[in-house]
């Protein structure tokens, strides 16, 4: 690969964001200079045949530094992770994958000529304790989940490693985000995503918290927006180096069936609230982040009608197709 060229590692290629960042870093880049890496799920077929894929277990920084050095690896987004509602049935497991993984990417990237990383924290750093209205960037972090634990933690090695070893290490925190390609694995948010996918399919969708809880989400675009647009933007703007707050938009499960039921007029929604209730009203309702908007230009482009409108057009279709 000539040197100019970007040679990135995706870890957690085979997940819900890492599946379709994979693939627009591809589109931007160049299929061949964008390896994806998992460990447990197969690639998608489109994943698998659109570049280079390389099984590779976070955990055992060997199989990190392997991957790195086989491709001359420059830049890596790291989404390798256990997410929160995983995280509470094996926090053992959440906090193995989530900080040992991070460390090994940060270890390997500072001892191959600084190879830049961008790492995903999420809303689940802040707890009870923090403003749940426009949450901001700055304040308390007491986390009530495992796999906030190692967001908090992943934030203060990056801001570390930036600091004191000068590695550039960029994050944001992630809200919900909701996609159509590749369902979540396990995280408190999942709802909503699976109840577009129910609605479709059933027209009904049994929800696991209360129809009056309130979370900040992101479409997948602006996910993958975020990532880009903060690893593309100039260092000089970049001054926090722990995670911007960043959200696309924020509403209640009530008023997300109402936005589905415009498509779908029969879809019927019922609510049994589990253990991820306490976990989402632990979390905010809203965030604020003016911070990155005025750093590098932060914008989401979807709100809940434009999101609403792209996923059942996007779920119709694979329904129509038989690949629901
Ligand atoms: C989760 N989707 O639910 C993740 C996300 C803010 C939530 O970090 O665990």
Known sequence: MSKTMKRILVTGATGQIGSELTIELRK????????AAGHRRKPSEKLFSSGPFEYVDVTQKGEVEKVVEKYDIDTIYHLAAVLSAVGE???QLAWHVNMNGLYNVLEVAREHSMVRV???S?????????PRINTPQDT???PRTMYGVTKVAGELLCNYYFLRLGLDVRSVRYPGI???????????????VEI????????????????????????MPDCIKAAIDLMEADLSRIKCRTSYNVTGMSFSVGELVAEIKKYIPEFECEYMPDFRQKIADSWPMSIDDSVAREEWSWKPTHDLVAMTKDMIEKLTKRFAKGSL
Do not use: H, Q
């Not at 999420?122 to 923090?130: L, N, Q, R």
């Not at 909701?178 to 909503?192: F, K, L, M, N, R």
């Not at 996918?197 to 479409?219: H, N, Q, S, W």
């Open 178 to 192: 909701i996609s159509s390609e590749t369902p979540p694995g396990g995280g408190t948010t999942d709802y909503a």
């Open 140 to 142: 308390v972090l007491i």
């Open 122 to 130: 999420s809303i689940a750093v802040f707890g009870p304790e923090a």
């Open 28 to 35: 931007r880049y160049g299929g061949d200079t964008v390896v």
């Open 118 to 120: 961008f790492w995903p």
């Open 89 to 91: 049935k094996n926090p």
């Open 196 to 219: 577009f996918y129910e609605a479709i399919k059933k027209k009904r969708y049994t929800c696991f918290v209360r129809g009056d809880t309130v979370l900040p989400m992101m479409y």
